[in-house]
């Protein structure tokens, strides 16, 4: 039996049973629905149906739309579509998506046409657009507006790495943010998420403030220093900076512990991360004291760090057990993901320096947070102008979403 291919545009002000209307007319004529997509913006809408049907229907269909879309006060276009281009789509459908997450300040146009110039540049099709923020959101404390969207784009790109310079680039010049993720089922399941914690879940470096305490801050910063610089590796330079904190009281450490704070959006992230069923971790080459306090307050699953040896309330120089370096923080992800039984695909990482470079790559989702220039530039994913709950973006959470998590966690 021949059938006609229609592609049906219906746009106006929104009406309650105008699906229900169409439906019925193209079930009564055995019509077969290809693709659907709908919108609604300020009432207005938009919705597309591509449908397949016999012949001899084709002209009742068009006309019993026309009509029932015209008595609803809504404007219909429907064009034939010819098989060879429906071919064409079918073919273009198999192409690789990708979610492209954009959050900027304001109202966003500037770095929405960035991103959109710059897929559009590699081949990439904007098929959907959902913004995840509420209109004229705004975060407590940080007085600004903001905007994220979600695009599912589409295409086959010849250079991912490339695309990503450009829209790093853009993101440096324009003030935004972006992630860049292949669409597939683990990016719509992670399960756990794993913090770095100096700098990153908390806005101090926990050892300088032990070393200012004790009074050899310049001493500390003169082997980080070194460490920077690739003079020193991470292990020598942890073991010489706590070896400078002998003899300072464990009651300093209890201060400092007391007295951290959290970057922003880090209680409001673990808190909607508690309520979607998320495990998180705390995996520092910071101090296990400090991420102990963390995880009562905060009801973190996992905390791995450095653990100093402390006799008769004074801390004697030593570290307990085995260092976490870059390379260790790596393996304790796994380690973690392991014991859940998670895939690394469905696991998040989140830091600000290099040594967690090799954490970042080795997670499903590794995110670069307020870091330094080489590891934001080496990281895949980036948060430089936001909080921490920022992340609940990139995972495809809208406000609404985490609203209602943070009702039922208070």
């Known amino acids: 039996m021949a059938e006609e291919i229609l592609l049906i545009n219906v746009s106006g002000q929104d009406k309650p049973g105008l699906m229900s209307l169409l439906t019925d007319i193209l079930t009564r004529h055995g019509a077969r629905i290809l693709d659907i997509g709908q919108a609604v913006i300020h009432e207005d809408l938009a919705l597309g149906l591509l449908v397949s049907v ?16 015209n008595e609803a006060d809504s404007t219909v276009r429907i064009s034939n579509v010819e098989e060879a281009d429906y071919a064409l789509w079918l073919e273009a459908s198999g192409k690789t998506r990708y ?8 109202d966003g146009s500037a770095p929405l046409n960035a991103v959109s110039t710059l897929t559009h540049g590699v081949g990439l099709n ?6 995840l923020t509420d209109r004229g959101a705004s975060r407590p404390g940080e007085g600004l507006h903001r905007l994220c ?5 589409r295409g086959d790109v010849e250079d991912l ?6 829209l790093m680039a853009a993101a440096e010049s324009l003030n935004f943010d972006f992630s860049l993720q292949e669409d597939t089922v683990f990016r719509r399941n992670r399960r756990l998420v794993a913090f770095d914690m100096d700098s990153t879940l908390i806005t101090a470096e926990v050892i300088d403030e032990l070393a200012a305490r004790h009074g050899v801050g310049e001493e500390v910063a003169a082997i980080t220093a ?5 003079n020193i590796d991470f292990q020598e330079s942890f073991r010489r900076r706590a070896g400078l904190l002998r003899g300072m009281p464990v009651s300093v450490l209890d201060e400092v512990a007391d007295q951290v704070e959290l970057n922003a959006g880090a209680d409001r992230l673990i808190r909607a991360l508690k309520h979607f069923g ?10 296990q004291y400090v991420g102990e306090r963390l995880k ?10 450095n653990a100093l040896e402390v006799e008769d309330g004074v801390m004697t120089g030593a570290v307990q057990g085995e260092i976490v370096d870059a390379t260790r923080k790596a393996a304790l992800l796994e380690e973690i993901a392991d014991k859940e039984g998670i895939a690394l695909q469905q696991t998040i990482a989140i830091g600000d320096g290099a040594n967690d470079l090799p954490m970042l790559a080795r997670a499903g989702l590794g995110v670069a947070f307020h870091a330094k220039p080489v590891v934001r530039e080496s990281a895949q994913h980036a948060i430089s102008n936001f909080g921490l709950d920022a992340v609940l973006y990139l995972i495809g959470f809208s406000d609404r979403d985490i609203d209602e998590a943070l009702r039922h966690s208070s």
Request: proline content about 0%.
């Open 226 to 230: 070194e460490a920077m610089a690739g």
């Open 126 to 131: 904007i098929d959907t657009i959902r913004r």
């Open 161 to 166: 790495a490339a695309l990503q310079a450009e």
């Open 296 to 305: 009562q307050k905060l009801g973190i699953d996992y905390v791995y760090a």
């Open 278 to 287: 998320y495990k998180t971790a705390v995996i520092s080459g910071g101090f």
């Open 99 to 106: 979610i492209l997450t954009l959050l900027a300040a304001g």
């Open 54 to 69: 016999a012949e001899q229907d084709a002209g009742a269909v068009i006309r019993e739309v026309m009509f029932r879309a």
């Open 149 to 153: 969207a979600e695009m599912r784009v």
